[in-house]
């Protein structure tokens, strides 16, 4: 059993405030994601659950546990270090064998072992060259190698695929969640990139200046964002955000009245997802003037404002829309996330 | 024209130190070489047999290099230790820093002499040895009749004043070596002696082999503090060219032990560049 919990860590470096009472559990074999952007604290977190930094409040326990003021080592834990941090003095098969010959493990082990990680990790050819030589993503993946090489019961990652191009970043991610799995090793991911997140996760934890915006898993966070920021933050077009005017407890939506939550008075803001929508009548459905139409492939990505609202939608790539037109949309009913337009905050969220 | 005047430039701005390295450098250097193989103006080895059938020859060379022996290990310990003690410090590192480093703002003949006003016969050490009652009457460290303790009070002197060379280039290159290096070999389990001689020691062996050609080359060079605690009771190389030049004016003989010293210095450095080899490709 390794699991993790998290409870009200809090971090300040001087007078500034890292970490504002972070509480997270992640289950034992789950892999959770940590997805935010720069400088809300995911490194510091990985760190002080590493053990390389101190908590300045709040408690940590892996396996059930306490392992606050445990050096790092007596921690059962791996990690792939944001800066890769390979040893530059030692070939890339030493590297990936640190950890087994800290533990003293026999030679059979260690090679088994490091040809193991290595050949999932495709950088076998390097193996007895020194890491100075190697590019970004090749460092990287010998980092990573590194850590999957002593099996660890609990792995930290920061940022493992950043360095990668696209498609090996693909190859890796698939791989990296086939071989996690297996082993049911309990993972924190550290991500910029939300398709990584969502793809790889049981679930994300999304944060934002210090604080967990919102847990869980990555279908919940997609469609029922908690806050505006995390409906901005995930998806790609972000989702949309258009104040509309209420009466009566319902607002307008072409020529549909939608009831909204009760607690609003004047104004709501309705978050929506551009591929909620579908083609409608102008007469019927809710206009929207289209200035760009990008024909995607595999979706018709348009640009337009509702209401003079900038918003992106997105229609199946057979529908014929042209620049200038105004058409009007439909929205799925049961899909729409409604935020207070003062605190930003969801409305309707099932967790509340 | 403009093209003229660029190449020209930087051979014009090098030139002062050249010439100024070649007139008060290079010149002595030949003719110091010169003056050691020469006789009356012809080549002549009279000067080399001279100063290696001297009495006080082979004492001087031992007791030079067995100060270095002594001297250098200590000081790189000393400073590694130091060094690494002070990376862990947050505040007033700096005034750490500092006050380690005064003893390098002292002349050699200042520090030599400092020691001589603690360890002389009057001095405060046997001042504070007879005052706990540790001796009866004031104790000779000094003479030629305790060479063992001249020996060590020399070499304890030497490390007190050039220990902090060494730890400043020494901490110059453990401020090279990214923190996160050590922390990942904390992670995979690496205790604090495995992580200073697995990571760090491998690390800084740039500023390592700096540290050590620098007060190797100083160690044979060792005499200031030599004269100024023990006068002649001690012979070392640079003492004997002293007296061959001062006290018998055959500066011939004093050329000659001028160039064993370069010679001794110059393979020492040579030992060093092998033995401690770096290799690029396995720096950051
Ligand atoms: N040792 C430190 N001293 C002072 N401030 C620090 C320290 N470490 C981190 N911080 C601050 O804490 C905040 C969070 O940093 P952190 O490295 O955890 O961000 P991050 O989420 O990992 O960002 P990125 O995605 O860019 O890696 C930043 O504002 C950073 O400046
Ligand atoms: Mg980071």
Redesign the pocket.
């Known amino acids: 059993m390794a699991n993790i919990v998290i409870d009200k860590i809090k971090k300040t470096?001087?007078s500034?405030e890292?970490l504002k009472e972070i509480s997270l559990e992640v289950g034992d074999g789950e892999f959770v994601s940590l997805l935010?952007?720069?400088?809300?604290?995911?490194?510091?977190?990985l760190r002080i659950i590493a053990g390389l930094e101190t908590e300045t409040s709040g408690q940590i326990l892996i396996g059930g546990t306490p392992v606050n003021g445990l050096a790092p080592k007596d921690r059962g834990l791996a990690m792939v270090f944001?800066n890769y941090a390979v040893f530059p003095h030692m070939t890339v098969f030493e590297n990936v064998a640190f950890g087994l010959r800290m533990k003293k493990a026999d030679q059979n082990r260690v090679k088994s072992q490091v040809d193991k990680a290595a050949a999932l990790l495709h950088i076998e050819p390097y193996l007895d060259r020194y890491p100075n030589k190697l590019s970004g993503g090749q460092r990287q993946r010998v980092a990573v190698a590194r850590a999957l090489a002593v099996e660890p019961k609990v792995l930290l990652m920061?940022?493992p695929l950043s360095n990668l191009d696209a498609l090996l970043r693909l190859e890796m991610r698939t791989e990296l969640k086939a071989v996690l799995q297996a082993s049911g090793t309990t993972t924190i991911y550290?991500t910029?990139d939300q398709t990584e997140a969502m793809g790889l996760s049981d679930r994300i934890a999304v944060?934002y200046d210090?604080r967990i915006e919102q847990i869980g898993a990555p279908v919940d966070i997609y469609s029922h964002p908690a806050s505006r920021f995390v409906g901005g933050f995930m998806g790609s077009p972000p989702m949309n955000f258009i104040r509309l005017p209420v009466t009566n407890g319902t607002v307008k939506l072409g020529n549909m009245n939608h009831a909204v939550p009760a607690s609003v008075e004047r104004e709501i803001v309705l978050g929506l997802r551009g591929e909620n929508v579908s083609l409608a009548p102008l007469a019927e459905g809710l206009r929207l003037d289209v200035r760009v139409a990008e024909p995607m492939g595999s979706h018709l990505l348009l640009t337009g404002t509702i209401a003079n609202q900038p918003v992106r939608v997105i229609l199946p790539p057979g529908e014929s829309v042209k620049a200038g037109e105004a058409i009007g949309l439909k929205l799925a009913a049961d899909r729409l996330t409604w935020l207070s337009p003062e605190t930003g905050l969801a409305l309707n969220h099932p967790s509340r | 024209m403009q093209n003229i005047k660029k190449t020209w430039i930087p051979y014009l701005l090098i030139a002062p130190s050249v010439i100024f390295l070649a007139l008060l450098f290079l010149l002595p250097l030949i003719q110091t070489i010169w003056l050691a193989v020469s006789e009356g103006g012809a080549p002549s080895l009279a000067n080399l047999r001279t100063m290696a059938g001297d009495l006080n020859f082979r004492l001087a060379i031992r007791n030079t290099f067995l100060l270095a022996l002594a001297v250098v290990p200590v000081q790189i310990v000393i400073a590694l230790a130091m060094g690494s003690m002070v990376a862990k410090v947050d505040g007033g590192r700096e005034t750490i820093l500092w006050v380690w480093t005064i003893p390098l703002g002292i002349s050699d003949l200042a520090a030599g002499l400092l020691w001589l006003s603690i360890l002389q016969n009057s001095g405060y050490l046997n001042s504070l040895l007879f005052s706990f009652g540790l001796i009866e009457r004031q104790a000779n460290w000094l003479s030629y009749q305790t060479p063992i303790a001249l020996f060590f009070a020399i070499a304890v002197a030497e490390i007190w004043r050039g220990t902090a060379i060494v730890m400043v280039i020494i901490v110059a290159g453990l401020n090279q070596v990214p923190k996160e290096f050590r922390e990942a070999a904390e992670v995979f389990g690496a205790g604090p002696w495995t992580r200073f001689f697995r990571i760090t020691l491998p690390l800084i062996k740039p500023a390592l082999q700096s540290a050590l050609i620098l007060r190797t080359v100083l160690a044979f060079e060792v005499f200031a503090v030599v004269y100024a605690l023990g006068g002649t009771n001690m012979p070392v190389l640079v003492g004997e060219a002293y007296t061959w030049q001062n006290q018998n004016q055959n500066y011939g003989v004093a050329a000659a032990y001028a160039v064993l010293i370069m010679v001794i210095s110059l393979a020492a450095t040579l030992v060093y560049l092998k033995a401690v080899r770096v290799d690029p490709e396995r720096l950051p």
């Open positions: 470096f001087g500034f890292a935010g952007p720069s400088g809300c604290g995911k490194t510091t977190l944001q920061d940022e550290v910029h944060m210090g």
